[in-house]
T-cell receptor, first 114, second 111 residues
Framework: DTGVSQNPRHKITKRGQNVTFRCDPI?????LYWYRQTLGQGPEFLTY????????KSRLLSDRFSAERPKGSFSTLEIQRTEQGDSAMYLC????????????FGPGTRLTVT | KQEVTQIPAALSVPEGENLVLNCSFT??????LQWFRQDPGKGLTSLLL???SQREQTSGRLNASLDKSSGRSTLYIAASQPGDSATYLC??????????WGAGTKLIIKP
C-alpha cells in the first residue's frame, strides 16, 4: 500500500499523560499536514511541513503540542499533559510540489482522553 | 477570515436520483477547492480538485463546479447509489497555505 499511513489507529489515554502519533506520507511527497477533527465538524488545520521545515502553525496548536518531521520523511505529533478536550481524530495528509496541490489523507488516529 | 459553509447539513434521497451539494466560501482568493468523502469513523478520500483557474472537474458520476466570483462550488452526483452514502466535505486552499473546511453534508441514499 503506497498511501498515507498513520499509527496508532486508536489511542486511549488518561488525562495528564503524553501521547505521540506517527504519520508516514506518500513517498516523495514533500508537504505534510496535520489536522484535527471533532465529531460532526470539518477538520481544523494544525500545522504543515515542507520537507523538514515546519512552515505554519495554527493558534490551535498550544504549547502542549509539538510536531516534527526529521529528514523530511515521516512526522510525529506529540501531545503533552493531555486534556479531555484533546479527544478527537488526528488526520495527516501529504501532497507533492511547491504549489498547493491535491492532499491525500491517512486513516487518522482517534484519541480518547479519559 | 475565510469561512466555508455547506448546505444542507444532511440530505436523504431515493436511489437513482441526481443531486447537488453546495459549498460557499467568503474569500475568493483561493488556490484551489477540493471535495472529499468521509465514511463514518474513517479518514478522508479526495474526490475532485478544482484549481482556481478552472470552472469544473469531472470524475465518473461526479461533477464539481467552481464560481470564484460568487464564492460557490457545487458537487453534482448523477444516478445516486446506496454506496454513495457518506459525508461530503469541501475545503478551500487559501493564501495562508491552509485548507479551510466546511462542516460537511451527510448524504443518505435510500435503496
Amino acid at each position: 500500500d503506497t498511501g498515507v499511513s498513520q499509527n496508532p489507529r486508536h489511542k486511549i489515554t488518561k488525562r495528564g499523560q503524553n501521547v505521540t502519533f506517527r504519520c508516514d506520507p506518500i513517498s516523495e511527497h514533500n508537504r505534510l499536514y496535520w489536522y484535527r477533527q471533532t465529531l460532526g465538524q470539518g477538520p481544523e488545520f494544525l500545522t504543515y511541513f515542507q520537507n523538514e521545515a515546519q512552515l505554519e502553525k495554527s493558534r490551535l496548536l498550544s504549547d502542549r503540542f509539538s510536531a516534527e518531521r526529521p529528514k523530511g520523511s515521516f512526522s510525529t505529533l506529540e501531545i503533552q499533559r493531555t486534556e479531555q478536550g484533546d479527544s478527537a481524530m488526528y488526520l495527516c495528509a501529504s501532497s507533492l510540489g511547491t504549489l498547493p496541490g491535491e492532499q491525500y489523507f491517512g486513516p487518522g488516529t482517534r484519541l480518547t482522553v479519559t | 477570515k475565510q469561512e466555508v459553509t455547506q448546505i444542507p447539513a444532511a440530505l436523504s434521497v431515493p436511489e437513482g436520483e441526481n443531486l447537488v451539494l453546495n459549498c460557499s466560501f467568503t474569500d475568493s482568493a483561493i488556490y484551489n477547492l477540493q471535495w472529499f468523502r468521509q465514511d463514518p469513523g474513517k479518514g478522508l478520500t479526495s474526490l475532485l480538485l478544482i484549481q482556481s483557474s478552472q470552472r469544473e472537474q469531472t470524475s465518473g458520476r461526479l461533477n464539481a463546479s467552481l464560481d470564484k466570483s460568487s464564492g460557490r462550488s457545487t458537487l453534482y452526483i448523477a444516478a445516486s447509489q446506496p454506496g454513495d452514502s457518506a459525508t461530503y466535505l469541501c475545503a478551500v486552499f487559501g493564501s495562508n497555505y491552509q485548507l479551510i473546511w466546511g462542516a460537511g453534508t451527510k448524504l443518505i441514499i435510500k435503496p
